[in-house]
């Protein structure tokens, strides 16, 4: 049994240690405040965006390079992790995820590059030994608006370039503090939503297109990449924060109990280092009579 002086030490060690992880939980809160507020007031215009130009696609009178479905012969599949730890399942429910992708993909007999982004993902890639076609670190915690447009520029020069003929995306979506849903995008070819019915024809046929259409699609397409890689990276930002929030007051409970336990110990062991010291006073008061 551990003495006195080692349960203190313990005891010190562990509130030292609840002291941080609840210090983190208050500042993951905060961080997690902003993410919720970004990515809740860029949902709307995101999906609307993307529905409208998914419909336009249907009325497309001439081939677009990001429109163009091509034989599936190579897979691109972007994983996006965090550059932090100590988030939770987090990172590991995205790497499950992406690992079961590469599989199937490679199973189907196409070939599957990976890109990364994210210090996490990137790391544990290299240590299993799979080659990265690209990857980029130090965006979670800190993301703009460029760090999606240098990700969609990449994606889009190896697309049009035919290096890949089709783009996945794996990230972390937000559905509240408590739940993180991992979800696998398909982010090119941008597919027509809807079924093809005379009826969607005829209805998409209306619509006039100034200056025109190849113009629109060049300007728009491009953005629309751009938006929806946007908001997977505050989702994925939001749900990290969400997370790291949730692990660190678990890990503080965790803490109080530690603490609880460890103190209920010292006093047993207490209890027992004075009732041996009276008898040991007992036993000496007795040999003294004798």
């Not at 979800?183 to 209805?203: D, I, Y």
């Amino acid at each position: 049994m551990p003495g006195l002086k080692e349960i203190r030490k313990r005891i010190g060690s562990v509130k030292s240690t609840k002291q941080i992880t609840k210090a983190m939980k208050m500042v993951a809160a905060a961080k997690f405040r902003k993410a919720q507020t970004r990515i809740i007031e860029l949902r709307p215009y995101a999906d609307k965006m993307n529905a409208v130009l998914s419909s336009l696609a249907k009325t497309v009178e001439t081939g677009h390079p990001l429109l163009e479905v091509r034989p599936r012969n190579k897979v691109e599949i972007l994983v996006l992790t965090s550059d932090k730890g100590l988030c939770g399942a987090f990172n590991t429910n995205i790497m499950k995820a992406a690992s079961k992708l590469i599989k199937e993909v490679r199973a189907g007999g196409i070939e599957a590059s990976v890109s990364s982004i994210g210090k996490k993902g990137t790391d544990l890639f290299k240590r299993r030994g799979l080659a990265l076609r690209r990857s980029w670190v130090g965006i979670s915690g800190r993301v703009s608006y460029l760090n999606a447009k240098e990700i969609t520029n990449d994606i889009i020069e190896n697309y049009t370039n035919e290096t890949f003929d089709e783009v996945v995306l794996v990230y972390n979506e937000f559905k509240s503090a408590l739940v993180q849903r991992v979800s696998v995008v398909r982010l090119l070819p941008l597919a027509p939503v809807g079924s093809e019915t005379e009826e969607s024809r005829e209805e998409a046929a209306d619509f006039l297109y100034e200056p025109s259409q190849q113009a629109i699609f060049d300007n728009l397409l491009p953005k629309n990449l751009e938006i929806q890689i946007f908001r997977a990276l505050l989702e994925s930002q939001a749900s990290e924060e969400a997370a790291r929030m949730t692990s660190m007051e678990n890990a503080t409970k965790a803490a109080d109990d530690m603490i609880g336990s460890l103190t209920l110990q010292y006093n047993k062991a207490r209890q027992a280092s004075i009732t041996k010291e009276l008898m040991d006073i007992v036993g000496g008061v007795e040999a003294l009579k004798q």
